[in-house]
């Protein structure tokens, strides 16, 4: 009697502690990566005013821990998130289908972030168009080959010369971070003349003398495409499902902030980056054609098209839907 007593009290010990750790089975911290520019400025919306902390307190996740990475390289950031460093990452589209291809699906995006105007931009006097670069024309980009500037870049010669060019451009690419590429630029020295920038450096580059823009994205993808998103393991995803639901309300929340108070937005940007700019050159540049702060992607087809076709990803998806995760499935895109 007294041994069955003891496992009695042994089995409802173990419900019990089992019910506690089921209670507590989601993160109690989230490791996010986000890369330098405007490109990023939903989750730095997202950063300065807490939003994942409000949203899964909101849930009932009490007081989660998010920690923040900047990370100028696509390629780092997708290492890490694969490494179990990080928890989600934001960056660009061809990042994340590099990595749903490799897995084999394993990786998806949770949301589009934003869809911003790239801009190629050189100080070659003798450049004009893409048509005009040479071997004397180093190209920067953030990642060789994977970027969204590459990936863009080879869409462009596909259209300039032919099927055989998607990759003509991509002996002259080299990888830089967006600052240091634009500061390397405008110093006049080196063998770097261009540079596939993104939004707050292009329109810093083109105010120098000599420099000039050579290639849009939005003309090449033939109107505002999606850039940046966050993505993460189908892994977490099914673990956590109240930290995703807290991801998505707050990457809403910051996007409709965006809408309705374009100069605050701008203001937690400056605040988070320090960059050398002011609030009005920022809320102009958000006001220009190409820029969209929206969670619905666009454009997703037409990048996993040119990385299939250059042997960049070895599967392609059929819709955009099999690269995001359902609850993003609600939404237009393309």
Same mark, same amino acid.
């Given at each position: 009697?007294? /041994?069955?007593?003891? /496992? ?70 997708? +290492? ?26 394993? &990786? ?60 003509? @451009?991509?002996?002259?690419? &080299? ?80 996007? +409709?902030?965006?809408?309705? +108070? ?37 454009? &997703? ?14 599967? /392609?998806?059929?819709?955009?839907? +099999?690269? @995001? ?5 609600? /939404?237009?895109?393309?």
């Amino acid at each position: 009697m007294r /041994r069955l007593k003891l /496992r009695v009290l042994a089995g409802t010990l173990a419900l019990a502690c089992g019910g506690a750790a089921s209670a507590r089975a989601e993160v109690s911290e989230v490791r996010i990566s986000k890369q330098y520019g405007l490109p990023y400025l939903s989750v730095v919306v997202m950063e300065q005013n807490r939003l994942i902390e409000k949203h899964a307190k909101v849930l009932g996740l009490g007081d989660i821990k998010v920690t923040w990475a900047t990370i100028g390289s696509g390629g780092t950031s997708t +290492d890490a998130l694969l490494a179990g460093n990080l928890d989600f990452v934001t960056s660009g589209v061809s990042n994340m289908l590099l990595l749903w291809s490799r897995t084999g699906g394993q &990786v998806k995006a949770l949301a589009a972030a934003a869809a911003v105007p790239l801009i190629m931009v050189t100080r070659n006097p003798n450049v004009k168009t893409i048509a005009d670069l040479s071997d004397k024309d180093k190209i920067a980009v953030p990642t060789v080959k994977v970027s969204m500037q590459s990936t863009i870049l080879g869409i462009a010669a596909e259209k300039l010369v032919g099927e055989a060019g998607r990759g003509k @451009f991509d002996p002259l690419t &080299v990888a830089m971070a967006h600052p240091d590429a634009t500061a390397y630029l405008l110093s006049g020295g080196g063998e770097l003349t261009t540079h596939f920038s993104a939004p707050p450096y292009q329109y810093q580059e083109l105010k120098a003398p000599g420099v000039h823009e050579i290639l849009n994205s939005t003309e090449v993808m033939g109107g505002p495409a999606t850039i940046a998103v966050v993505f993460t393991t189908t892994k977490f995803y099914d673990a956590n499902p109240k930290t995703i639901a807290a991801m998505n309300a707050a990457l809403g929340e910051a996007v +409709d902030f965006i809408a309705k +108070d374009r100069r605050g937005a701008c203001e937690l940007y400056l605040k988070a980056s320090k960059e050398k700019l002011s609030v009005d050159e920022l809320v102009d540049m958000i006001a220009k054609p190409g820029f969209a702060f929206t969670l619905i992607p666009n454009g &997703v087809m037409k990048y996993a098209e040119q990385m299939y076709k250059t042997g960049i990803i070895k599967s /392609r998806p059929e819709n955009w839907k +099999d690269a @995001f995760f359902p609850s993003a499935h609600s /939404r237009p895109g393309s």
